[in-house]
């Protein structure tokens, strides 16, 4: 059974780093999953944050300049550093592992940005 569990959110304070890490158990094939993050703020939907494959990185335009994904295949983990931040990206962020033709999503970490 996979499972996907995201760590790292919590309270920081405008202009802050932070650093999310998802972790993937019971897969096979880790190196091969496109893994990315979202986020989802209240009342609002469900955004694409930063996207990893085996050999690419994708980023939304608004995202690209402060925040970075990279992967470590050998811990099944996947990481979203995030700098510069503000309250606008207070939000649940939520992994999502893709294997084709499955995909599986964590429970989500809260990232709250406030002074």
């Known amino acids: 059974q996979v499972q996907v569990m995201e760590s790292g959110g919590g309270l920081v304070q405008p202009g802050g780093s932070l650093r999310l890490s998802c972790t993937a158990s019971?897969?096979?094939?880790?190196?091969?999953?496109?893994v990315g993050w979202y986020r989802q703020a209240p009342g609002a939907q469900r955004e694409l944050v930063a996207q990893?494959?085996?050999?690419?990185?994708n980023y939304p335009d608004s995202m690209k300049d402060r925040f970075t994904i990279t992967r470590d295949n050998g811990k099944n983990t996947v990481y979203l550093q995030m700098t510069s931040l503000t309250p606008a990206d207070t939000a649940v962020y939520y992994c999502?592992?893709?294997?084709?033709?499955?995909?599986?999503w964590g429970q989500g970490s809260r990232v709250t940005v406030s002074s």
């Open positions: 019971g897969i096979s094939s880790f190196s091969s999953a496109t």
């Open positions: 990893i494959g085996e050999s690419y990185t």
């Open positions: 999502r592992v893709s294997l084709r033709p499955n995909s599986y």
